[in-house]
């Protein structure tokens, strides 16, 4: 009957080590859910709140936006150019025909656009910046500029001059000027601070974005550093081996000789 080889169990740095046994320096680290290895980046926390955070910071990108927009429509009501007009009898006529206002209302809506996309990607980087930024910075941009140049544009038609001409015509009289509302010929202006503003955010994120050390490789982690033991390791204690009997030279070939 043969009894099975069975090879020993590996040994464990989890397991106590005898006392006065000298610790294993290749023992593989503690299993504990606490504390890591010495040298190694702790773990991050559970993002159990992450979505909820998210959405927070999306939502307050958007308002911030909407709220530059009435800005913006106040800007481009006042600095748009406007198209004047004159009453001729029964005709309503422009007083300069060949007159750039209306392309002239278009380009000013386009840069205060531009100013905006710059400023409020800035503003939403260096709120953000200590968290890393995130998905929800560049969504609330990109609907917020969009939704901001909408409120803009309706906004400020509001706020320049009345599109009712027949009305204006009647107020002025014959003979009388006014001024045409405004508005935009290009559609496209809409979407120049949206583009802009996930512009300036990805740039600015790549230079100056917060970075994310690499963890050390487990062949870079310092010798002992795992499973350090409580203590200083014991010291061994000397073997006594008791007195050494001494041993007989053996005769040299000469005392042969003689004896």
Same mark, same amino acid.
């Given at each position: ?36 290895? +010495?040298? %190694?980046? @702790?773990?991050?926390?559970? #993002? =159990?709140?992450? !979505?909820?955070?998210? *959405?927070? /910071? &999306? ?64 503003? +939403?980087? %260096?709120? @953000?910046?200590?968290?890393? #930024? =995130?998905?929800? !910075?560049?969504?609330? *941009?990109? /609907? &917020? ?74 062949? =870079? ?39």
């Amino acid at each position: 009957m043969t009894v099975p080889n069975t090879p020993p169990e590996p040994a464990r740095a989890d397991v106590p080590a005898e006392p006065g046994a000298v610790p294993d320096p290749f023992a593989p680290p503690p299993a504990s859910d606490q504390e890591p290895p +010495a040298g %190694l980046p @702790t773990a991050p926390p559970a #993002g =159990g709140h992450r !979505v909820p955070d998210e *959405l927070r /910071i &999306g939502a307050g990108v958007v308002l911030v936006c909407l709220l530059a927009g009435l800005v913006m429509a106040g800007l481009w009501a006042w600095l748009a150019p406007k198209v004047p007009l004159v009453v001729d009898g029964d005709r309503i006529l422009y007083v300069d025909p060949e007159g750039e206002q209306r392309a002239g209302a278009d380009a000013v809506f386009v840069l205060i656009g531009l100013g905006a996309g710059i400023l409020t990607a800035l503003g +939403a980087f %260096l709120v @953000t910046r200590k968290r890393g #930024g =995130g998905i929800s !910075v560049a969504l609330g *941009l990109a /609907i &917020g500029g969009l939704l901001g140049s909408y409120g803009a544009w309706k906004l400020g038609r509001w706020l320049g001059p009345s599109d009712n001409l027949i009305g204006e015509a009647r107020r002025v009289g014959n003979g009388g000027h006014f001024d045409a509302s405004i508005d935009l010929g290009a559609m496209g202006a809409l979407l120049v601070w949206p583009m802009v503003a996930m512009v300036v955010l990805l740039a600015l994120s790549a230079a100056f974005g917060k970075r994310e050390e690499d963890p050390p490789p487990y062949w =870079g982690v310092p010798a002992g550093s795992y499973g350090d033991p409580a203590g200083p390791p014991a010291e061994v204690a000397p073997v006594d081996a008791g007195p050494v009997a001494p041993v007989d030279a053996a005769p040299a070939p000469e005392d042969r000789r003689q004896g």
